[in-house]
C-alpha cells in the first residue's frame, strides 16, 4: 500500500473591503482585501486606498478620516489587544466579513485552495484591489 504524499496545499477564504460612500445607491470602491486560512490559523488584510479614483467617485470624501477607519481591519487581523483581538483567526474574519448596511462593507467570503497563502494574498491584492495587471 502506497502512502499519499503529504500536501501543503489549505483552502482559504477571502472577501473584498469597500467603500460604498452612498449606500443606497451600491456603487463601491474596493479598497482592501481580507483572507484567512482556519487550518493553519493564519489572517491577513491590507487597505488600499487609491486617493485619485476616491476624489473621482466620492468627492467631498475625507480620504485619511477614511484610512483611520479602515485601519481597523489590519488590526484586527493582526489580533490586536481587546475581546475581538483574542479571538481565533476564522472568528476574527467572520467578525471583519459580517454583513453591514454602511459605508465601509466587505463581499461575501469567496473559497480558495492554494500552497501559498502569502502569495495568493499578494495576487488577490494586486488583481482585486490595486487594480494592476500580472
Known amino acids: 500500500m502506497q502512502s499519499q504524499p503529504v500536501s501543503n496545499s489549505c ?5 473584498v473591503v469597500q467603500f460604498c460612500p452612498r449606500v443606497e ?8 482585501l481580507v483572507m484567512m ?6 489572517l491577513r488584510a491590507r487597505i488600499y486606498i487609491d ?3 476616491m476624489a ?6 475625507d480620504a485619511k478620516l477614511l484610512a483611520a477607519q479602515l485601519a481597523s481591519f489590519e488590526s484586527v487581523a493582526a489580533g490586536c489587544p481587546g475581546p475581538i483581538g483574542s479571538l ?4 476574527r474574519f467572520r467578525w471583519l ?10 463581499t461575501r467570503p469567496h473559497p ?3 500552497d501559498d497563502l502569502d502569495s495568493t494574498f499578494d495576487r488577490l491584492f494586486t488583481e482585486l484591489v490595486e487594480r494592476k495587471p500580472l
Open 11 to 15: 483552502l482559504y477564504e477571502y472577501a
Open 25 to 32: 445607491r451600491g456603487e463601491c470602491l474596493n479598497v482592501g
Open 37 to 42: 486560512c482556519k487550518r493553519r490559523r493564519w
Open 51 to 53: 486617493r485619485e479614483l
Open 56 to 61: 473621482l467617485f466620492a468627492p467631498g470624501w
Open 88 to 91: 481565533e483567526a476564522h472568528e
Open 97 to 106: 466579513t459580517a454583513v453591514r448596511s454602511a459605508c465601509i462593507t466587505t
Open 112 to 114: 480558495g485552495h492554494t
